[in-house]
């Protein structure tokens, strides 16, 4: 079955943290590039990070360089993102995606992904 499960999303203050991470089907997950992306309302989709499938290759998109950090368990099937210094313009659902069109090479585009999860909800608070 294919399938993203995140969790880990809530509501922080303005300079808190939050870790959501994504539970994948093995299938779906191994030797596969992964990837967050989230949505505002009222705006479009937009990219935040990407992982290779060793975990050796990151993106971060330039609003969260240098406050978040993706990373995955492959053991586990799952990919966190670690994010610090929330600002409240990082407030938006969260969601994990597969790109299994690639493993090493990892890309923005979320049409290059394949499989998405449900998303999480993240709340930043001023």
């Known amino acids: 079955q294919f399938q993203l499960v995140e969790s880990g999303g809530g509501l922080v203050q303005a300079g808190g943290s939050l870790r959501p991470s994504c539970a994948a089907s093995?299938?779906?997950?191994?030797?596969?590039?992964m990837g967050w992306f989230r949505q505002a309302p009222g705006k479009a989709r937009e990219f935040v990070a990407a992982?290779?499938?060793?975990?050796?290759?990151?993106d971060y998109s330039d609003s969260v360089k240098g406050r978040f950090t993706i990373s995955r368990d492959n053991a586990k099937n799952t990919v966190y993102l670690q994010m610090v210094s929330l600002k409240p313009e990082d407030t938006a659902v969260y969601y994990c995606?597969?790109?299994?069109?690639?493993?090493?090479?990892?890309?923005?585009?979320?049409?290059?992904?394949?499989?998405w999860g449900q998303g999480t909800q993240v709340t930043v608070s001023s």
């Open positions: 995606a597969a790109d299994t069109g690639h493993s090493s090479v990892i890309l923005r585009r979320g049409s290059e992904y394949d499989y």
């Open positions: 992982v290779s499938w060793d975990g050796r290759g990151t």
């Open positions: 093995e299938c779906i997950f191994s030797n596969h590039a």
